[in-house]
């Protein structure tokens, strides 16, 4: 909580397993720095668990991730530099992402990306403080060398 108090920007990943209060912890969070009149993100992998935190949205809606970004070399959230959700990526406080282990791992790549060009910050995540929260435990099986029709 301290991190999140002073913001000083990362990565912080919480993993614990399913049913524990992943989800009721980060409503915590979020309740913290909007009480600070703050800004935070609230995005989730999963639409149905959008509905779980407090003012949550999915990742592809709220980042305009690019819907063919398996396939994309070096994808970055859709979001022009003049634009309004630009001006919230640059203020957001805290970003969190609920059931990352969801994510693809360019999804997350993208967010690196845009938030550095966004803030002029070559650290990670362009400086800002993303939250991951997830458990592995509940991803799906890995298929080696498998297709999209195998899943
Ligand atoms: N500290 C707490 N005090 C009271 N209730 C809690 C606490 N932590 C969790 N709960 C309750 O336990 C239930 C499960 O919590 P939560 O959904 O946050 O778990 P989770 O780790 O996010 O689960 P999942 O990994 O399945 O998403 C919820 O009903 C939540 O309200």
Redesign the pocket.
């Known amino acids: 909580m301290e991190s999140i108090r002073t913001a000083t920007g990362g990565l912080l990943f919480l993993d614990?397993?399913?049913?524990?209060?992943?989800?009721?912890?980060?409503?915590i969070i979020l309740a913290e720095i909007r009480m600070r009149h703050d800004i935070a993100l609230a995005i989730t992998s999963p639409g149905i668990?959008s509905i779980?935190m407090e003012g949550g949205r999915t990742a592809h809606s709220a980042l305009k991730l690019p819907l063919n970004i398996a396939t994309t070399e070096s994808p970055v959230c859709n979001v022009s530099k003049d634009s309004g959700q630009a001006q919230l990526l640059k203020q957001y406080k805290i970003i969190v992402w609920?059931?990352c282990t969801m994510a693809h791992k360019k999804s997350l790549e993208a967010l690196d990306r845009t938030l550095k060009d966004l803030r002029g910050n070559k650290k990670l995540m362009g400086g800002a403080l993303v939250v991951l929260?997830?458990?592995f435990r509940?991803t799906l099986p890995v298929i080696p060398g498998s297709t999209p029709g195998d899943n």
């Open positions: 614990t397993p399913g049913g524990t209060g992943k989800t009721f912890l980060i409503n668990s779980l609920d059931e929260a997830g458990d509940q």
